[in-house]
Every structure is written in structure tokens, then in C-alpha cells.
């Protein structure tokens, strides 16, 4: 058989990403990928600390970072990503900004992280008020409410789950309730963030948008959404308002919302073997992204 008319592969434009070490939905995010890019991934080393605020610093140190960049710099991606929200909201603002710094300094590319991503998509949406959602303990969930506070955005609820590993396994239904409490009402907020890159989203956010009518937006979305923005290349999200701009106004589903909590959400996450074992402690022992 004659395969020359085929005339090889198509040209392919590439996305870094540096993920930490227990990161699990890399298939999550290719969702988000237009097939003329390709995504090169690479995770920092493994750290046996315990999780938390300090292991958030741990495995975003500049020389960390910067060696998980050089890993890439023989494919010579076009931009960077730090595919962690936790890692990068952790030294505030500044600290955010630094780490851009140093991967961009390493690799010779743009860089982005997903902290600097949502504050941009915040922009872009033109977000003043936002509710949060986060599958983390107490003290990373403050983490990320002085975060986005330090921007000059408003938190207007906030609910959290308190786990303390897999989190990769939390399915969508429990997202989507998470979401429902951290939203009391409609009104009250402009969009809803759901944090962590190692929390699955990808399916639930057109169906939160309709039913929530307000621009839901997550940590892999806003991610993708940013590095592929470097590039000049829109992310693939169908009725997802960051990317699909015909979502922003298009039709809306009323659905039920329940109360606001400022806590771990009720027994379908409890239940989940594996999921949030434990009580919710100041330290986590993996999933933590």
C-alpha cells in the first residue's frame, strides 16, 4: 500500500508543563488542547513531607522549578506551565510573579502558573466578586482566599472539603454539590473558581455555568486557557464561558442551590473510600495540587 500522499505528521506547537509529583489528570488537560499543540509533561521529584502550606513551598522553590524546566528545554516548547494552584498562590502575589521569573529564566519561554491564570481570568471575565471551591484543609483554603483577596477580588463563599488524598477520585456529582453550597443564591457572586489542578472538572463546568448562570472556571481550565493564550490559540471548551465566548450569554437552566458552608461537604465525599479518611488536620498526604 502507497502511504507517501500522506506526507508525514502535521506540524506541532508545544505546551510545557511542570506538575507536581502526585499529579494525576494529565488526560484532563489535553481535553482543553487544540490538535496542532502538543503538551510535554514533567513532574517535580517526589517529596515524602506531609502535605501542606510548607510542602507547597517545598516543591515550588525556584530551583525546583527551574530544574523541572530545563527537563523540557530539548523539546523547545513554545511556553511554560505550572500546573499546580496551590504551589503558586502560596507566596502571594509576588511570590507568583517570582516563579514566573524563574521558569522563564530557565527555559527562555513565557510562563505561566495556575494561580497567575486565574487572576487573568478573573480579568478577562471581568470578575469582582467570586465563590470558591477547594478539595483542600482549612489552611490552604485561607491560602487561596488572601490570594485572590491581595487582586482585589471579593470572596463571596467558600466551601471546602478537607481532604487528605485522592483527590483525583472525587467524582463529578460531588464538585457539582460543592459548588451548589459555596453558591447560595444567584446575585451573589460573579463567577465560582474551583481550585486545585488534581480536582476533575472539565465535564461538570457547562452544566454549573447553566445552572448557576454565572462563569464557572477551574484550576486546569484557566491553566490551559493561559498558555494556550501565549500561543495565540484559543483552549477547546464548548459551552465554558473562559473559552467559549458565545457561552457568556448563551441560554440558561435554572437548578436547585444549597446553602453556603464554610466547611468539608456532607457524606458523599465522606463516603468515598479513600476520600477524606481521617479528620481535617492541618496536613494533607497527597492530591494537594
Known sequence: MDISFLGGPAPQRGVGVVAPFDFALDRELWRWVPDDV????TRTPF??????LDLARLVSEHETLGEAVRTLNAIAPEVVAYACTSGSFVGGIA?????CEAMTWA?????V???????DALTELGVRRVALVTPYTVSVTRALEAYVAEAGVAITGCAFMGLTRHIWRVPYRDVA???????PRQGTADALFISCTNLPTYDVIPQLEAELRIPVISANQVTMWAALRRLGTPAVGPYQALTDPSARTGPTVP???GPAVAGPVGPAVADMPGVGDGPDTEQQQEGWT
Open 95 to 99: 511570590g507568583e510573579r517570582a516563579m
Open 255 to 257: 437548578g436547585p442551590v
Open 38 to 41: 502538543s503538551l510535554h509533561m
Open 47 to 52: 517529596v515524602p513531607v506531609e502535605v501542606s
Open 113 to 119: 502558573t495556575t494561580s497567575g491564570a486565574l487572576l
Open 107 to 111: 527555559g527562555a519561554v513565557p510562563s
Open 177 to 183: 454539590d460543592m459548588a451548589r453550597q459555596a453558591v
